[in-house]
């Protein structure tokens, strides 16, 4: 072949290799996948006050402090060798963070509904929860609860109690992306590391109620979660996914009785009058049922 044909054939796979790239997609990338919420935030812990958008007479603090800890984090994600970070606006439907004050590295996914499974493609090395609550009814977990739906009792995936740290880390497990950190009070970091054992987390605030606990100061909590967060990027590789063997039964019990919305799909069983269960060959399959989207 002459020299100047490939030459040619070489320049284009390599313009493409960076085309590629710029998406995300190399396999050499480390691109992070965020999940953020509020209620984990140091300084929060209280709905009414601080969580309610634009109703909470403390929103716009709250706001704050969340996007802070948000770019403590991606500061520490990039200095530990991520090359991407998708910061997901968890809290309230993804209508939270603002791209005006986001660290201008990210990018930002808001809005809603979004597909549970559309962020979590091939190209993702790790997930990441900052300002994560624990699950409904956990012990001394600040402003705790499974999902939106405040009547939420208990989530069992095949018989073990989760909330949305397992979900999440369930539904990445299974894509092969391991849960490498995560920020949020003790109670958080409790139910990540009986999913992870090896994770790094970032202990921000500690509850002494549902409504009450002892809380880092903003710099502190910053300076913490930048740290962890470097610190579990440089050792991902050793952070091994959480697989949920399938099939999958997720069970959900409310505290009150209630009709189910996707009641009618093959998979749906009524267990009890709060008690449904929803079957999958996989988490995802399972939760897709629960979600309906
Ligand atoms: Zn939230």
New binding site residues.
């Given amino acids: 072949m002459p020299k100047i044909i490939l030459r040619f054939i070489l320049g284009t796979l390599l313009a493409a290799g960076a085309a590629i790239a710029a998406w995300g997609e190399s396999p050499k990338g480390k691109k992070v996948l965020m999940i953020t ?3 984990g935030v140091s300084g929060i812990f209280s709905i009414e006050l601080q ?1 309610e958008p634009w109703k909470s007479p403390r929103w716009e603090e709250s706001r704050k402090l969340e996007t802070g800890e948000v770019n403590a984090a991606v500061d520490g994600l990039f200095a530990g060798g991520a090359t991407e970070v998708i910061v997901w606006d ?3 439907s993804g209508r939270t963070l603002s791209v005006v004050d986001i660290d201008p590295r990210v990018r930002l996914l808001q809005g809603s509904p979004v597909p549970f499974a559309q962020p979590f493609d091939k190209s993702v090395s790790a997930l990441v929860f900052i ?1 994560q ?1 624990a699950m409904a009814g956990a012990k001394d977990g600040i402003l705790t609860h499974t999902m939106s739906a405040s009547d939420v009792q208990n989530w069992w995936a095949n018989g073990k109690p989760i909330g949305e740290i397992g979900t999440w880390t369930m539904v990445a497990g299974e894509r092969g992306i391991p849960t490498i950190m995560l920020s949020g009070d003790t109670a958080a970091c409790k139910e990540y590391l009986d999913l992870v054992p090896n994770g790094e987390c970032a202990e921000v605030k500690s509850g002494v109620s549902r409504g009450a606990g002892y809380m880092l100061p903003a710099p502190a909590a910053h300076a913490l979660i930048t740290e962890k967060a470097r610190r579990a990027m440089e050792r991902i590789a050793e952070i091994k996914p959480f697989k949920m063997q399938g099939p999958v039964e997720l069970r959900i019990e409310s505290t009150t009785a209630a009709e189910h919305p996707h009641l009618a799909r093959p998979g749906v069983e009524q267990i009890d009058t709060r008690t449904w269960a929803y079957k999958g060959q996989t988490f995802t399959e399972a939760l897709a049922l629960v979600l309906g989207n």
Avoid: F, I, P, Y
Wanted: net charge negative; with cysteine.
């Fill in positions: 919420d509020m209620e969580c968890g809290h309230d300002g609550h």
